[in-house]
């Protein structure tokens, strides 16, 4: 796609249910990340994906936090029994990686899903 | 552990007028320097990116400089419009394990540009 979609761009769900946060990253991007936005704490890295791997989760904050994405392209992420403390905005960023380590790569970020959790 | 600091936190300014926001880090073994923009209940709108070897990017009324040795960035606005009233982030690149690039944010500075 011409950009990095997200979706759904506004979710509200009741305590305790799980979530699924979708991400589809531009088309021929290999670098997938997850980025949180929560009041009081700036925006967060939570994961890194490179292909369908992930090297880096060092940001996911609890155990009910997890993420897969396919056919390296589109990226899902699974909160599972929601709180009130993950009410946050949900961001995907994406980048095109030709090595590991590759420095000069700008990142992509999609719109956002604003996740508000009652 | 990387650390971005922005000031100022918010910035009220008449129409017109230029000014400077400041951005600063503490590990200066960056990749890029990144400033975006945001705007009430929206996602990032990326406005200069200067990567490791440059030290300024310009762009319309827009420049932003990059001195890696005293961790320091700033993003000049000329001219300012009511129009740039918004919320405005820097991010400095460094790697991840794996290696993809990882962008932490800083605390953004909240401009208003009034009439």
């Known amino acids: 796609g011409a950009g990095v979609s997200q979706s759904p761009s506004n979710k509200v769900t009741e305590k305790g249910k799980d979530v699924e946060l979708r991400c589809d990253p531009i088309?021929?991007?290999?670098?997938l990340y997850w980025y949180r936005q929560s009041l009081g704490q700036g925006l967060e890295f939570l994961i890194y994906?490179?292909?369908?791997?992930?090297?880096?989760k060092s940001g996911l904050p609890s155990d009910r936090f997890s993420a897969e994405r396919t056919g390296g392209s589109v990226s899902t992420l699974t909160i599972q029994r929601t709180q009130q403390e993950d009410s946050a905005v949900y961001l995907c960023?994406?980048?095109?990686?030709?090595?590991?380590?590759?420095?000069?790569?700008?990142?992509?970020f999609g719109q956002g899903t604003r996740l508000t959790v009652v | 552990k990387q650390e971005v600091t922005q000031i100022p936190a918010a910035l009220s300014v008449p129409e017109g007028e230029n000014l400077v926001l400041n951005c600063s880090f503490t590990?200066?073994?960056?990749?890029?320097l990144q400033w975006f923009r945001q705007d009430p209940g929206k996602g990032l709108t990326s406005l200069l990116l200067?990567?490791?070897?440059?030290r300024e990017q310009t762009s319309g009324r827009l420049n932003a400089s990059l001195d890696k040795s005293s961790g320091r960035s700033t993003l000049y606005i000329a001219a300012s419009q009511p129009g740039d009233s918004a919320t405005y982030l820097c991010?400095?690149?460094?790697?991840?394990?794996?290696?993809?690039?990882?962008?932490?944010f800083g605390t953004g500075t909240q401009l208003k540009v009034e009439l």
């Open positions: 960023a994406s980048s095109s990686h030709h090595f590991p380590g590759q420095r000069n790569t700008e990142a992509f």
């Open positions: 088309s021929g991007h290999t670098a």
């Open positions: 994906f490179q292909g369908n791997s992930a090297p880096d």
């Open positions: 590990d200066s073994a960056i990749y890029n």
């Open positions: 200067i990567q490791s070897s440059q």
């Open positions: 991010a400095a690149y460094s790697i991840l394990t794996g290696g993809g690039n990882k962008l932490t």
